[in-house]
Structure formats: C-alpha cells, structure tokens
RNA sequence: GGCAAGGUAGCUCAGCUGGUUAGAGCGCUGGUCUCAUAAGCCGGAGGUCGGGGAUUCGAGUUCCCCUCUUGCUACCA
C-alpha cells in the first residue's frame, strides 16, 4: 500500500568479485518493476543500485591479475553497469563504494555510533576465512581448520579491532520484528531471523587491520591501520547514495520502502542493518524482501558445472522484456525458480502469444476488416458494462500485489482482463453482428477489447515496458501517470483512433533457440554415479566444497562382515576382501590396508563400507566399494559400529 | 538433535476463522467458431487432499502419532 510519498527502493550491491548472473539480474529486474510502478503511479521514486568493491578478496584477485585495486573493481563495476543500462534499468543513482561521498559517509556514520557508545576497541582472536572474509568459532571448523562456508583453510588472526555493540541492540530488533509483521518478507523468513536474535547476538568486529583495501577510518580516531569491514561499508550504501554525511539532498528518500535481497544475505540486512541504523537514529526500512535461488533444469548452477544462466544470452535470444515476464511470473517471491528454455518458452508462446499477442492481432483483424482501423468507444458501456466491471474489478486488485512482492499474482490477476476480452469476442460474435448490421455493437466490442489492451499494456509496463509502449503506440496513446491516473483509477476507456497494423509482438517460438550446456545433456543420460564423478571435479577445483545433506545422503554407506580375506599378491598395502552386505553375493573389496591389518585381523569383523562407490580396478582385482577408515601419524585403524550389526545396515 | 514451513489432479500451485458434488493455470483430450500467431471459446478425463488415529452431526481445513521434503540452527565427523 502506498503509505509513503516517496518511494525507496533498492538492490543489493553486486560484489565485484563476480560477473552477473541470473540471480543477479532476478533482484535487478525485480526492483526495476516496481521503480517503474512507482514513478508510473506518481510517486516520487528513487531506485538504487550499484557495486560493492572493497574486500580482502577484490585485493587479491586484483594482485592475482597483476593489477590496482581500484582499477580491477572499475573494470567489473563497469560490467554490471553495462548489464544493466542494455537492460534497460531505470536506475537513479549507481553507487560504488569506491565513490569518495560513499567513503565519507561511512565514515560520518563510524563517528556518530562512535559517539553513540556502541562502538570499542579490543583484541579479537580467531579462525579468519581470506574468502569469505568471516570469522568462523572453532566450533565451526571443518577438521578444526577449514571454512564450513566455501572450504578454504581459515587462518588465525588475532587482531586489535573496533567492535559494534550489537547485543545491545537484541531487544529492540526483537521489538522490530515483532511490531512490523512484514519487516521481513517473505514471512517464513522473518521467523527464522528472530529465532536467530532469540539465540543471543553478540558484538561484532567491524574493522580489519589485515589488508588495506577498504574505507578508512575517521580521522579523528587516528588509527590508520584500520580498514572497515566490508559489511558496515557495503550497507551503508544504502544512506551514503542518499547523501548521508555528505549533502543529504536526497535523504527524504529514506527509509527505503524495500530493500530488494538474495536470501543468502538476509542476516545482514535483517539484522546487521537494522542495528546500525538504530545506534544512527535513522528509521528502518519498511521491508526487506529476500527472493529465493534459481535453478537451471532442475540443478543447481555452478561454474564448474558450466550450467550457469548468462542472462545476457538470455535476454538476446528470447527477447529482453519476455525474460523480464519470465522471471517475474514463474515463481512465488521468496521461493526458489527453475529455469529452462522449455518453462521460458511455455510463458511465451501461451501467456504471452495466445492470451496478449493475439488478442492484440484479432482486434486489428475485426478492426480492418469491419471499420477500416478505426476505433470508438463511444458506445462500449452501452453494450458491455457487465464485462467492464469485471475487468475494473480484477485491475483494482493489482497494486497492493505489487507493493507486496507478489508479482506473480500481479501478473496472474493482470492476464483476467485478457480472458474476458478473448471471451467476448467469441461470445457476441462479431462477425455474425455485422451480418446482422449491427454496427455500433461490434464498434463497441472493438472499443471495449482496446480499452482492456490499453489497461493491460499499462499495469504491465512496468514488467514489460518495450512491448508494451509497442502495444500502446499500436493504441494511440502513450503509457505516463496522466494515463494511468485516466486508465486504471478512473476506469475511463481509450479516445477515438485508428489502429496502427502491427507485426505480431510475440511469434511463435518452436525450439530452443540456445544451445543446452553439456551436463544437462549428460544428466538423461547418465546415472547418479556420474554425478557424483562430477561433484569430485568440483572439490578438486575449489577446495573442500560443501555439500547439502542430500548430497550426503547420495553416498549410501553400509555396515558389512568380512566374510573372506586374502592378501593381494605382489602387493604391499592391498588386502582383498569379501564383504557381506546383505546382497545376495558378498562385495569383493580391494582395501589398501594390509600395513596395519592382516587377512587373518579382518576377517570375520564388521566393517563401514561406501556401497554405491563406481567399481575400479586395483592390482587387476575389481573392488566394489570402498572401507571406511582413520589414518593419522600414528597408523590406520577401521570405523566399525559400536556393537555388531546385521550385514547391510545402512549408516546414516 | 532442536525449531519452522510444507506434503492437494501428470506438472506448478490456490483452498480464510471446519459445512452441500475439492479448485486454477499448464499439459492431455473431445467439440466448435473464424476476427486472430495450428491462436480463441465450450466440454471432458484425471485427486482414497502423505499414512494412521482422535474430536465433531460434519475435517483437505482442529488435535495426537508416524513418514517424507525443504529451510534455519546445533552438534558430531
């Protein structure tokens, strides 16, 4: 609902250590949308988006390429930039963080929580991931040494650093989250982030004295080893592009009306934010929106998956704004979206083509052929006032789906109109009315199906704004607020025209029009066992990578008994084994044991086995599975269930 | 392990505070008009509403148990 005049609205900074992906253009697209509502609908709408560009990891990808910080950040800064005006955003302000009105309002801020008492100094110690550039409790460890985030090895800092009393502020975040049920959307969302609160927060070190590359501190606290942390500089964004501790010109603006995220970053926002907007005095935002992932044919993308969506290509292939309705259509907001050719070409062909295109194409038809082009509403109410309440009814409908993120029932709702007129046409029969003679009716249908394209081109303009400035030039008139106000508030119809003879806005898309990458194609083709070849590959290239639970549970690991053993000739570590598994023949499992078990120490033991393993040979032995052991300096011993089991429990 | 949200037609989902024959879109299928992009319109098939139990005159809708999925979180590896 639109309680505020002015209308806020916001991405997230894009970190310059990525190249635009599709998520990054779901959360662009999605904040264009409703800039454009919001400007179209009057209101005076500021929409903010930009990159962020300090960091640890900018400094060392910049090394690594044998260039300046800030020329390697003004390189991929570009690349978003460029992204975004050949997809038309309608941005107001980009910012970086790099830009010296940024950096001094970053630093205003540091003061007045300075002065506010909520920031210290101290001393912090702890397991640093370079990366992710996150300090990680040693709880958290992977094998006591590696990020439980991207699985790089952490290191240990120990660092003089400045502290945000963020404990402090538990209680009144709480209080936030509390009163303002749709602070946090979508809702399940919020949940989660008040349980996280309830669980204690504690303060958080805000700056770093490790690298250099970052905003520097205030002057007056003459501490120059000191940079920010890369998270109070990047949300700060949020006032500094306003002018905050600068020339706050635009700082009515704020708060924002929507802070457009990732749900990957909604701790920072939902919490961190809010925090360091308290300790300033500044009022909190109205809602922070996270959306969820998207997927590509049902996979999740990855570079080493090679399966990641270029939205450019996209957008090329299939039509900038059908992207645009793609994306907004197709999925719940919050939820995660899967992406194909064939979901994108469905849209397209029956949403678009069927429903809109050629309702567009039949009114040119009837028109042409009947009227010579001509268009007069005059009559329309006369004959069709049941059908145009229908259609007010659905439009009224619409704008608080907008301003509630649910864009796809925005769009739901907006294709109603579309079968009302598409119904008409067959029910009255234009065609046989003319026959008839009955002239000023069939005018009048003519006049009513324009008035419902010119609604519909309108509310969704701010999806689609190319098509529908198509649509609209077709009409004879021009999508602006005046229009708007004329169209959707006052229900009024279009004036009289003559129709401009069009080209079909959507043809027919028969096939895919890009290239499938090569692991989609596998995956028919292939059974689970490749896949897990694949997600080797991956470790291989990043390091010890995450895995999800599912992924775990693709390994099927079983207890078995050791029903034969024998030592592999002519070799010094293999033992070969006979493993029951419960199956109806034992496994033959080739194990590079024999240093620390003999045959004679295996057999008849219980064992962990990996059972779904792809067989390899070894020594020329086929080995079907895989032992589960611990090695250390101190030797090898086997994992074995605590008490016997029956052969092919399975672990887990 | 804890918490949360979910499991409804082939697919994606809607079903508010319990009430007559459980809905939509897409897909499939039969029919039909001709203004139109093999589009439109009308109709149809298809669901034991995850399983079991309880409350009730009556439960997809409330309660309990089980099961599976997803998310967050903890801990272990």
Known sequence: MSCHKNVYITTPIYYVNDIAHIGHAYTTIIADTIARYSRMSGLDTFFLTGTDEHGQKIEESAKARGKSSQAYADEISATFRNLWDDFHITYDK??????????????????????????????????????????????????????????????????????????????????????????????????????FVEGGLEDLSITRTSFDWGVKLPENLNDPKHVMYVWLDALMNYVTALGYGTDEKNMHYWPARVHLIGKDILRFHAIYWPAFLMSLGLPLPKHIAAHGWWTRDGEKMSKSKGNVVNPREVADAYGLDNFRYFLLREVPFGGDGDFSQKALIDRINSD??????????????????????????????????????????????????????QIHRYLEELWRPLAVANKSIDKYQPWTLIKEGKEEEVMALN??????????????????????????????????????????????????????????????IEELLLAQPQTVVQKTEEKPVKKEEKKNVEKKEEGIALIGIDQFFQTSLKVGTVVAAEEVPKSAKLLLLQVDLGEEHPRQIVAGIKEWYSAQDMLGTQVCVVANLKPAKLMGYTSEGMLLAAKDENGLCMIRPEKPKKSGTSIG
Not at 492 to 500: A, C, M, Q, V
């Open 352 to 405: 678009l083509g069927n429903d809109l295109g050629n309702l567009l194409n039949r009114l040119i038809g009837m028109s042409d052929k009947y009227f010579e082009g001509k268009i007069d509403s005059t009559h329309v109410a006369k004959y069709y006032q049941t059908e145009l309440n229908e259609v007010e009814s659905y439009l009224d409908r619409l704008e608080p789906l907008l301003f509630e993120m």
């Open 447 to 508: 006049g009513l199906i324009a008035g419902i394209l010119a609604k519909v081109a309108t509310m969704l303009y701010p999806v689609m704004p190319e098509i529908c400035t198509k649509i609209a030039e077709a009409l004879h008139f021009e999508i602006n607020t005046e229009n708007w106000q004329k169209l959707i508030k006052d229900k009024k119809l279009l004036e009289t025209f003559t129709i401009e003879k069009i080209p079909p806005l959507f043809p027919r």
């Open 94 to 195: 980009f910012i970086r963080t790099t830009d010296e009105d940024h950096k001094k309002g970053v630093q205003k801020a540091f003061n007045t929580m300075y002065e506010n008492g909520d920031i210290y100094k101290d001393v912090y110690k702890g397991h640093y991931c370079i990366s992710c550039e996150t300090f990680f409790p040693k709880s958290q460890l992977v094998d006591d040494e590696f990020c439980p985030e991207c699985g790089k090895s952490t290191v240990i800092v120990e660092e003089e650093s400045y502290f945000f009393k963020l404990s402090k502020y538990q209680d009144k975040l709480l209080e936030w989250y509390n009163n303002n049920p749709e602070c946090i959307l979508p809702k399940s969302k919020r949940n989660e982030v008040i349980r």
